[in-house]
């Protein structure tokens, strides 16, 4: 019978196959949408994912899922402002302008923004006009890198 519910549980599956295939699996999330359920794979390589990938990936790892219960499985790049969730996507980002979404205000605010200066299991540290910010991890929502694109669309 297919599950529901524990769908995590095939985070191993699904990152061994995607390393074995040359890609960096970033995530799984099961989803309600409209009329079905969407079993979404992200997956990210060093130059970036291709639609030929995520075609290859999908055949791939198919025949691995018949015990998850999903009416749609997607398999697609995080994007460019993926939320920073492992330690590989802090480093990436050190130094650059995030976006922080809180979960509840903290000083009048919900959203902050800054140049990401440091990280750890309890805290994130952003830097932001002159003044450092010190914001523990379980307060926040979701972190992102800020995208900013030049006058032509090329990311900056």
């Not at 993926?82 to 922080?100: I, N, Q, T, Y």
Request: charged share 30%; net charge negative; glycine share 8%.
């Amino acid at each position: 019978m297919a599950q529901k519910g524990g769908y995590r549980q095939i985070i191993p599956l699904l990152s061994d196959v995607a390393a074995e295939m040359g890609y960096e699996f970033y995530d799984v999330e099961l989803v309600k949408e409209g009329p079905g359920l969407y079993l979404r794979i992200y997956l990210d390589k060093e130059d970036g994912i291709s639609l030929d990938d995520c075609e290859v990936y999908h055949r791939r790892i198919q025949p691995e899922l018949e015990f998850i219960d999903y009416d749609f499985l997607e398999v697609s790049s995080p994007g460019l402002d993926r939320p920073l969730k492992s330690s590989r996507d802090f480093e990436r980002a050190a130094g650059e302008e995030v976006e922080v979404k809180l979960f509840t205000p903290a000083a009048g605010q919900k959203r902050l923004t800054g140049t990401l200066i440091g990280w750890d299991d309890q805290n994130v540290r952003i830097a932001s006009q002159n003044k450092e910010q010190q914001i523990p991890r379980n307060a926040i929502a979701v972190i992102r890198p800020v995208i900013h694109f030049d006058d032509e669309g090329e990311k900056q």
